[in-house]
């Protein structure tokens, strides 16, 4: 009997399990289905490309852009040129071209765009690339087909021998839009990973292609070697991220092997990239894809609403300009809601919303609310979008610029260690300050030197007592003289207005220590007038006048993204020592930064308003640093004048324009220091000239730009 319950209990837990089982295999199913359904209704299969007004192709959702964007001579490869693909409003893809390498750099060679061809009757665009280098002209028609675009590359001659095996077609893809999601060639699946993690091989330099100037962005060693990345998988056809319908792209190769690559191996910036090669010894149609981008059926843009995140005064202007996809519908109204102290939200304005019009991609509306004056914090609402919060108050302003002066600057202070708490932002770099930059020589960065120093030394000549002072530039780690008198200006105007106190960091110029949110008793905007100038009068006083900047001499230094210290040895260069080899007091190794010592007048005439301005405000701060400004200033202006007498051996008309009427500042700020009545007579005397508008001689500027 017990042994027949037994049987029984088991029996019935048997078939609740299964049943359980079956149920919830049903509910999977049934999950499974839904999630395919909803998948399924995101993907549209009817969305044929048009050429639209701006001379690209167009559907709801998807753009393809074909060379509407060049290539940028100065820093090349900005992942903003070639053909280009913009999908639910996210560029996630650029740079489709003929390129040199598996994973282009910013500083390799791009092709120059010849001729562009759009044929609206053949809903196709033509584009004709040249590499000057290598006298290497490729033709690439791109045409919309069934739901997406074929892409046809076409050469008059076959691939010079030096490009074999390095000339194919590239397209980029962004790096962000795909972690996390997966790839598929030819069926076998992949992850697109977070950090790079492919291989890589060394090849002879002898193979590298040259890169812009004959620099190169890799340091290695003096091995005579650089990195080629591996493909990450090959096959004919790829498809990117196909379980995500705002990204699902497929990319079908009719001829040619594709390979997918991490151009992150090489370079922080770098993309993820579909490529092909060009065959050799082939003209004609050499290389076809079939590009089709996903699109959600009747897709539209979230509206993007503009405001001032700082927030506003109550009696200021207060205007929202909202943002709206070409295919939107405008609303007629938009809200403003107050956050109470108790967490709710309030209705404090309803207003119209009144049509701007069209700008490039997107329609524009304004949205006055200047009658919402109540200090609080609000947000606005259009339809069903709400902005982050921001405040309404008369002292709205008034700490919004501590983190430019209480951080940013002491971050950007060259020649100094920083520290901020538990962090070290970076140490002391640069002890090695510089050497005087080659003649004849172009650099990247837009800097270059002619056949003259313009200075007492000789080329590669280290140039004493230059390291002190100055902020790196924005994004590096070069001086730029010329932004450095712009904002020792800048901080003098303000303390010359306002005459601000405040003190948050300590900054001792004896030992190069900056401690960030350390009070010390000075004054920062003062320490900071102090710390650019002193850069300026060493410029000054050791090579003779203000030079355009200095900068590293080698690319793989100039890309560099860690602690400024480390981009030297912080050894100066000695050449009686092998590269990489140190007595502990100097080094053999050429990383030293460079001196540009071109002379420029409207340069001296701008140093000179500067350090008379800083003469007068560093008076009774540091006399001996004022009276050397004061010095300088004077000794600029009339070299400067001097310089003028001679004719100028650079026609650019650029200098032309930026010298013209800059020793009227400078006299201006000299009188106003000085209160020398010559100064004051040279301004009257040439201030009403100065206002006619100046006439420029040049065809690659427009005259309405005078």
Excluded at 193 to 205: D, K, L, V
Excluded at 543 to 567: C, F, K, R, S, W
Aim: aromatic share 12%.
């Amino acid at each position: 009997m017990k042994n027949n319950i037994k049987q029984n209990q088991k029996y019935k837990k048997l078939l609740r399990l299964e049943y359980g089982e079956i149920i919830m295999n049903k509910i999977i199913f049934i999950k499974v289905i839904v999630v395919a359904l909803a998948i399924l209704t995101n993907i549209s299969f009817a969305q044929n490309l048009k050429l639209n007004e701006s001379d690209y192709f167009e559907a709801q959702g998807i753009n393809v852009l074909v060379f509407s964007n060049q290539y940028n001579g100065m820093f090349f490869d900005e992942k903003t040129a070639g053909i280009e693909l913009i999908q639910h409003g996210i560029r996630t893809s650029t740079g489709g071209a003929v390129r040199l390498a598996n994973t282009p750099e910013q500083w390799d060679l791009v092709p120059m765009m010849v001729d562009r061809k759009v044929d609206k009757e053949k809903n196709s665009i033509n584009v004709v690339l040249k590499y000057e280098e290598f006298d290497f002209t490729s033709k690439i028609n791109v045409i919309a087909k069934d739901n997406g675009v074929l892409i046809s590359v076409y050469l008059d001659t076959p691939v010079p021998e030096k490009l074999e095996g390095r000339a194919g077609f590239n397209l980029e893809f962004l790096p962000s839009t795909y972690f996390e999601k997966t790839y598929m060639v030819d069926g076998n699946g992949g992850n697109f990973p977070r950090y790079p993690a492919g291989n890589t091989t060394i090849e002879s330099i002898k193979n590298k292609i040259t890169q812009f100037a004959g620099h190169t962005t890799f340091d290695d060693r003096g091995q005579g070697e650089f990195i080629v990345p591996e493909p990450l998988a090959k096959g004919k056809t790829i498809v990117l991220s196909p379980e995500c319908p705002e990204s699902f792209v497929t990319i079908k190769s009719l001829d040619a092997e594709i390979m997918l690559l991490d151009g992150r191996n090489v370079a922080q910036n770098g993309w993820f990239i579909v490529r092909s090669l060009l065959p050799v010894n082939k003209t004609g149609k050499v290389l076809e894809w079939y590009l089709e981008a996903n699109t959600i059926p009747n897709w539209v843009r979230k509206p993007n609403i503009g405001f001032s995140q700082v927030g506003y005064t109550p009696n200021q202007e207060k205007v929202a300009v909202i943002e709206l996809d070409k295919n939107d519908t405008q609303l007629n109204n938009a809200k403003v809601f107050q956050i109470t102290s108790d967490g709710k939200s309030v209705e404090k304005f309803n207003g119209d919303v009144i049509e701007w019009g069209k700008y490039l991609r997107y329609n524009y509306a304004k949205f006055d609310f200047s009658s919402v004056k109540e200090s609080g914090i609000y947000y606005i609402q259009y339809g069903d979008n709400k902005t982050n919060t921001f405040r309404i108050n008369k002292n709205v302003y008034d700490d919004v610029w501590h983190p430019t002066m209480d951080v940013w600057f002491p971050v950007q202070m060259d020649h100094m260690q920083v520290n901020e708490a538990y962090r070290v932002w970076h140490g002391e770099p640069y002890k090695d300050d510089c050497l005087q930059a080659p003649l004849n020589h172009q650099h990247f960065d837009g800097y270059k030197m002619g056949d003259t120093t313009d200075t007492k030394y000789k080329p590669y000549e280290r140039i004493p007592n230059m390291a002190i002072g100055g902020w790196f530039d924005a994004g590096d780690f070069d001086i730029q003289t010329g932004s450095h008198n712009h904002v020792i200006s800048s901080f003098i105007d303000t303390w010359e207005k306002f005459k601000v106190e405040r003190d948050q960091t300590f900054i001792d110029q004896k030992t190069c220590y900056v401690d960030i949110h350390r009070p010390d008793g000075k004054i920062d905007i003062l320490q900071q007038i102090e710390h650019g100038t002193l850069n300026l009068v060493a410029q000054c006083e050791n090579i003779g006048h203000p030079v355009m900047g200095i900068i590293v001499p080698n690319l793989h230094q100039y890309h560099h993204l860690g602690d400024a210290m480390t981009e030297t040895d912080n050894l100066p260069y000695n050449p009686n020592l092998k590269p990489y080899e140190t007595d502990g007091k100097s080094s053999g190794t050429m990383d030293d930064r460079w001196a540009f010592t071109t002379r420029l007048p409207f340069l001296d005439f701008q140093t000179a308003a500067t350090l008379a301005e800083a003469a007068r405000t560093l008076k009774g701060y540091n006399d001996d640093l004022a009276n050397r400004s004061l010095t300088n200033a004077k000794r600029l202006l009339d070299e400067a004048d001097e310089i003028l007498k001679k004719p100028i051996k650079d026609d650019n008309p650029w200098w032309t324009r930026w010298a013209r009427g800059a020793d009227i500042e400078a006299v201006l700020q000299l009188y106003i220091t000085t209160k020398e009545q010559k100064y004051a007579d040279r301004f009257s005397e040439k201030i009403w000239a100065i206002l006619e508008p100046p006439k420029i001689d040049d065809p690659h500027i427009d005259p309405s730009f005078s």
